[in-house]
């Protein structure tokens, strides 16, 4: 109750400066508009579907672009921390190719796959697997080794010392790179939708943008933030949660 009201006060405060910004109008009303006039854009999106369309198209893509970036990913970074050959070449390659924003890959896609949803799903892929691949090393690499010691002396070996051992003490490195691989891949979705009219979130804010209307714009915005609470609050942070329980650094209940 204690945490809820500190919510309540604090996003109360922050309504209420935006109330008061609003009633002075410092800026004109469709350049800074009120609440209300996000929440009549929030309702008016859902209710001619433009919203629900636009939200079930980018999920699909940033699913879609996700899940390969996270497949390759785990090769990708396993790979590079088990050969040392690769851990000499590819690895600083790729600290270095983390730091180049997704966006960057765009003209490179729009060159190799054409100006279709193809060249959009390789901009969510790019922009998510170097933060899985580097996740998966480390992961990897920090592993205290006495733990595979520890498993081939009680007789693992090979594929059942990976996947027993290895796996569950490298997840907690995992998930954090999964983590942000997803908020990467969100990210990455939106600005290639703004930058390629085409049916999603991205799209719909752009129009906003277009026909002036900051309403629209800011309602989007908030959809957007609110969908990666909700991702990260329901698959996220649900899976730290069991590692944390299974691994003893929180109370039962």
């Known amino acids: 109750m204690k945490r809820l009201g500190k919510h309540a006060i604090f996003y109360a405060a922050l309504l209420g400066s935006w109330s008061l910004l609003a009633a002075l109008k410092i800026w004109p009303p469709y350049l800074f508009p009120t609440p209300k006039g996000v929440m009549e854009a929030l309702y008016a999106g859902f209710q001619d579907h433009s919203f629900w369309i636009a939200i079930v198209v980018s999920m699909r893509r940033v699913v879609i ?9 785990t090769v990708l970074g396993l ?3 088990s050969n040392e050959f690769l851990e000499e070449t590819m690895g600083g390659l790729l600290v270095s190719l983390q730091s180049l924003p997704s966006i960057c890959w765009w003209p490179l896609a729009l060159l ?9 799903l390789f901009v969510v892929f790019m922009g998510s697997l170097l933060s899985v691949t580097m996740a998966m090393e480390d992961g990897r690499k920090q592993m205290p080794k006495i733990y595979a010691m520890a498993g081939r002396n009680l007789g693992a070996h090979g594929f059942r010392l990976f996947w027993y051992v290895l796996l569950p003490a490298s997840l907690p490195f995992i998930v954090s790179g999964l983590k942000q691989g997803w908020a990467f891949a969100w990210r990455s979705l939106i600005t290639a939708e703004m930058l390629y009219m085409s049916l999603g979130l991205g799209q719909v804010l752009m129009m906003g943008r277009e026909l002036n209307d900051m309403s629209q714009v800011i309602a989007v ?3 957007i933030i609110a969908i990666g609470y909700v991702v990260d609050g329901l698959v996220f942070k649900t899976i ?3 590692l944390q329980h299974q691994w003893g ?3 039962a209940t």
């Not at 190799?112 to 959009?120: E, H, M, P, R, Y």
């Open 79 to 81: 790979g590079v921390a």
């Open 240 to 242: 730290e949660r069991r």
């Open 112 to 120: 190799w796959f054409g100006l279709n949803q193809n060249a959009i």
């Open 249 to 251: 650094l929180t109370s």
């Open 65 to 73: 672009g996700y899940a390969i970036s996270v497949v390759a990913g």
């Open 221 to 223: 915005m908030i959809l």
